[in-house]
C-alpha cells in the first residue's frame, strides 16, 4: 500500500491507514480509512489523484485482486 499512500500523501490526501479483519481466515476484510476536511475536498482529491503517473502505476491490476467490495462514508459527530 506504501508505494500509493506515499504521493496521495503529498497530493494533500490526510492521514491513512489499513485494518485487515483478524477475526477468521474466511472473511479476508480489508478497510482502508482516512480522515478528510470535507467530502467535497476529499472528491477534488480523488480527481487529481486519477491525473497523478505515479499513482496510476501504484493502482494498475488493483481491480484484478478485488472480488466485491463497498464505500461507506462516515461523519464524526461532534
Avoid: C, N
Avoid at 485494518?19 to 467535497?40: K, L
Avoid at 481491480?63 to 459527530?77: K, P, S, T, W
Amino acid at each position: 500500500m506504501a508505494p500509493v499512500f506515499s504521493p496521495m500523501l503529498k497530493l494533500g490526501f490526510g492521514t491513512m491507514r489499513v485494518m485487515t479483519d483478524v477475526s477468521a481466515e474466511r472473511y479476508w476484510t480489508v478497510v482502508s480509512e482516512m480522515e478528510v476536511e470535507s467530502i467535497e475536498k476529499h472528491q477534488e482529491l480523488v480527481r487529481k489523484s486519477s491525473e497523478v503517473k505515479e499513482i496510476q502505476d501504484a493502482m494498475k491490476g488493483y481491480h484484478d485482486l478485488v472480488d466485491h467490495g463497498r464505500r461507506e462514508i462516515y461523519q464524526i459527530e461532534k
